[in-house]
């Protein structure tokens, strides 16, 4: 999780060549956002406590192996950050390519496009094309939860960054949903029979508002963003090329 911030010391470090000074327990990620230094982020918010599972705001620490994710990680007395270098773009593209790849590639008609951090982020690591993956088809079959009279929970643009746990349980205190499942087929699970309706949420909202894709949506959203005629275009947030024909 988030390094507490326990005590009132100063700690000194140096972030793309910038000389910082932040308290100590801060994490890595929120002492580069004071230096103005907007580390690439999915699973981590400026509220939620932090997770480290997307892997996308991983960081090189000068004498340290691997690349540390920045969010779960505090700061040290002295350290050398660096949050852009070639291997590190890398690394994020092919993040992104595996979450891409287990999308749907409808962002033209999607409820959230402009307004999906998974889009952004797309664009913000330069993806360019995808490799492999499910062709949008993952999850696809799992029929979207409708229960709640609200908002739905679609599982095929579910990316599993679970902040809609953590806010469920950081800001509401209900503790209605977990993760469940592995890998390309884990999901949401609301309540012990996967239902929204049926467990202890309480309709609060907190969720949705944590969701960085449509994967949670407010069903008047869902509605709003249907368009009624479309040509075919290609989706400009990041270089895969998501296109869409109309009928
Ligand atoms: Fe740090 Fe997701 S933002 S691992």
Do not use: W
Request: hydrophobic content about 35%.
């Amino acid at each position: 999780g988030t390094p507490a911030r326990t005590s009132t010391e100063v700690v000194n470090l140096t972030i793309d060549g910038q000389p910082c000074q932040v308290p100590a327990g801060t994490s890595v990620m929120h002492a580069a956002a004071q230096a103005g230094i907007n580390i690439p982020k999915l699973c981590a918010t400026d509220s939620l406590e932090a997770f480290g599972s997307c892997r996308l705001c991983l960081v090189q620490i000068e004498g340290r192996r691997g690349y540390p994710a920045s969010c779960t990680t505090p700061v040290e007395e002295g350290m050398v950050i660096l949050t852009e270098t070639p291997k590190l773009h890398d690394l994020r593209r092919n993040v992104m390519e595996l979450y891409i790849s287990d999308h749907p590639l409808d962002c033209l008609t999607c409820p959230a496009n402009g307004n999906c951090e998974l889009q952004d982020m797309a664009g913000v690591v330069g993806l360019r094309n995808v490799r492999y993956g499910f062709d949008g088809a993952n999850h696809l079959n799992d029929a979207p939860d409708e229960s709640n009279p609200y908002f739905t929970y679609d599982p095929s643009k579910c990316i599993v960054c679970s902040r809609c746990v953590r806010a469920c349980d950081d800001i509401q205190g209900t503790f209605a949903l977990t993760v469940d499942g592995m890998g390309f087929n884990s999901r949401i699970a609301a309540g012990q029979n996967d239902s929204f309706l049926g467990s202890d949420c309480v309709s609060c909202g907190a969720c949705v508002q944590a969701c960085p894709t449509s994967s949670l949506m407010e069903k008047t959203v869902i509605m709003m963003g249907q368009a009624e005629h479309a040509a075919i275009t290609t989706c400009a947030y990041c270089g895969v090329g998501c296109a869409f024909k109309a009928e």
